[in-house]
């Protein structure tokens, strides 16, 4: 979110830095409207046919190619035209596949309670984003730092999404423990009978466990040493 949200706000700004005029960086910037609804009709539809984790690390790792893009020395029109779909298309689907992967991955009883953390995570990075481009900019007359950093954000986090595979087998196996409930009514007995879970092997789950948390504690190192470098910049010594 952090990679997502501090360009977009800058990209008028960013395009005239590369030497586009005025009427040109509004016009390119409105294309990031139309790639947000697009992003978000072909990830719902490819969310019926691919797994989940796959679609989301593809589609959020190509604005890494945007990030270089908009970095580049000299861009071509086209090259800003294909940087700002890229980066369109990961911004109209991030947040709902949040929402989806959650719902998959970590079901629904705490639901409410782990969407709203990750949400909050993802609203701090959006607001703090564009903030952090605008210093990086005021001190050093370009984004290209920002960019940079925001690049291997883009490939760490989105690699990261990966691991969601270790989360399929912490699913509890079902065992073929059955109770029954006998409730007597009058001249008949109703038998409520419900079929319980317990992993099989708890040892296995726990070790995967610790493995899927360590891969997202070092996503967030990896995060937290790009805000760092970015709020470290200094203006270049004249």
């Known amino acids: 979110s952090f990679a997502i949200g501090g360009p977009i706000p800058n990209l008028e700004t960013m395009m005239g830095s590369k030497g586009?005029?005025?009427?040109?960086?509004?016009?390119?910037?409105?294309?990031?409207?139309?790639?947000?609804?697009?992003?978000?009709?072909?990830?719902g539809y490819l969310l019926d046919f691919i797994w989940a984790p796959a679609i989301a690390c593809a589609l959020m790792i190509m604005p890494a190619i945007s990030m270089m893009m908009f970095a580049g020395a000299d861009p071509t029109y086209s090259q800003m035209v294909i940087a700002i779909v890229l980066l369109g298309v990961a911004a109209g689907v991030e947040y709902d596949l949040l929402a989806y992967l959650v719902s998959r991955y970590f079901g629904v009883r705490s639901y409410a309670r782990i969407y709203g953390a990750l949400y909050a995570l993802f609203g701090l990075?959006?607001?703090?984003?564009?903030?952090?481009?605008?210093?990086?900019?005021?001190?050093?007359?370009?984004?290209?730092?920002?960019?940079?950093?925001?690049?291997?954000?883009?490939?760490?986090?989105?690699?990261?999404?990966?691991?969601?595979?270790?989360?399929?087998?912490?699913?509890?196996?079902?065992?073929?423990?059955?109770?029954?409930?006998?409730v007597l009514l009058p001249r008949s007995t109703l038998v409520l009978k419900a079929k319980s879970a317990a992993p099989l092997s708890t040892l296995r789950a726990v070790l995967l466990w610790w493995l899927w948390k360590a891969l997202m504690v070092l996503s967030l190192s990896t995060a937290a040493k790009l805000v760092s470098a970015l709020m470290s910049v200094r203006a270049p010594m004249s």
């Open 125 to 182: 990075g959006a607001g703090f984003g564009p903030a952090a481009f605008g210093a990086v900019y005021s001190n050093t007359g370009s984004y290209d730092q920002a960019l940079y950093y925001s690049m291997w954000g883009f490939i760490v986090c989105s690699l990261a999404l990966l691991s969601l595979a270790l989360m399929s087998t912490l699913k509890p196996t079902p065992v073929s423990l059955v109770v029954s409930i006998k």
């Open 20 to 43: 586009f005029e005025r009427a040109d960086a509004v016009l390119l910037a409105s294309f990031l409207g139309y790639s947000v609804y697009a992003g978000r009709l072909v990830a």
